[in-house]
């Protein structure tokens, strides 16, 4: 995954200082201490927010001893809110400066600078110097990523011995035309999106055994298109915080989700494996 600017593309990722315009929104300026609980509602990048996380959580035990890896971790709202609920360690790689900047300023403002280190890198390049953790998470990030098999192997040689993986990602239901994936490249950096089976297979293949898996492609479709229609609803509100470039890149990116949910091509997955 290249160091670049065409992430940028997916109008998500762009102005992603817009968090600063909703901390002033609730009475915050730029130097206030903040609470996990005062960002979650827009620190969360991922569907359903920290019912997600709060899933995770349970589903593979994360507790006060474990260290745990975030692959594409953002602005660093899972990272926090996982630290924050659980006591774990937490390791914050983003790919992007400008969010990792924006990731290490809310932590840092959260009281959460010794819980979670936030890293600026490429999970397929980055040295680890031998570190391995307990449980490797992702969220809506892994289909970012060309070369799937060295990033499942990666994740495999990184973990410790009874570790866990654990991510939501995209995949294809159908298949897409060459415009359409030009279109899912250029709009949601969509770089690779294979079939369930093949993506259920190839965690095995990289020696991860397969717990279990969710097909949310249903789930993630109602919510995408509720998503689209409430921030529709909530123009003025979001002009007026905002303005209307950042009102318009996010109303674009949210109805383009809606559309690629609803016409069935897309489906999202849920998935728990562990190096046994």
């Not at 570190?131 to 809506?140: G, H, N, P, Q």
């Amino acid at each position: 995954m290249k160091n670049d600017e065409n992430i940028k593309s997916m109008k998500l990722y762009n102005d992603v200082d817009r968090v600063y315009n909703e901390l002033k929104e609730i009475g915050k300026n730029d130097s206030d201490s903040l609470q996990v609980n005062e960002l979650t509602s827009f620190d969360q990048l991922h569907y359903h927010g920290t019912y997600a996380l709060d899933y995770a959580i349970k589903k593979i035990g994360i507790n006060s001893n474990m260290l745990i890896l975030e692959i594409g971790s953002g602005i660093g709202g899972p990272a926090r809110y996982i630290a924050n609920k659980t006591g774990a360690s937490v390791v914050a790689l983003e790919l992007q400066s400008d969010q990792h900047k924006v990731a290490m300023d809310l932590t840092e403002r959260c009281g959460l600078a010794k819980k979670v280190e936030h890293i600026c890198g490429d999970f397929i390049t980055y040295n680890w110097q031998g570190k391995k953790f307990d449980a490797i998470v992702s969220w809506l990030t892994l289909y970012h990523i060309v070369e799937h098999n060295v990033l499942l192997k990666n994740c495999f040689n990184y973990l410790k011995s009874g570790g866990f993986f654990y991510a939501e990602d995209l995949f294809s239901r159908k298949q897409f035309s060459e415009e359409e994936l030009y279109e899912i490249s250029k709009e949601m950096y969509g770089n690779y999106l294979p079939d369930l089976e093949t993506y259920k297979s190839e965690i095995e293949r990289s020696g991860l055994k397969l717990i279990d898996y969710q097909d949310m492609s249903e789930i993630w479709a109602k919510f995408t298109h509720e998503r689209n229609l409430s921030y529709i609803s909530k123009k003025d509100r979001h002009l007026r915080v905002h303005g209307k470039k950042i009102y318009e890149n996010m109303n674009m990116f949210y109805a383009f989700m809606d559309r690629c949910f609803s016409q069935g091509k897309l489906g999202g997955i849920r998935i728990t494996a562990k190096k046994s």
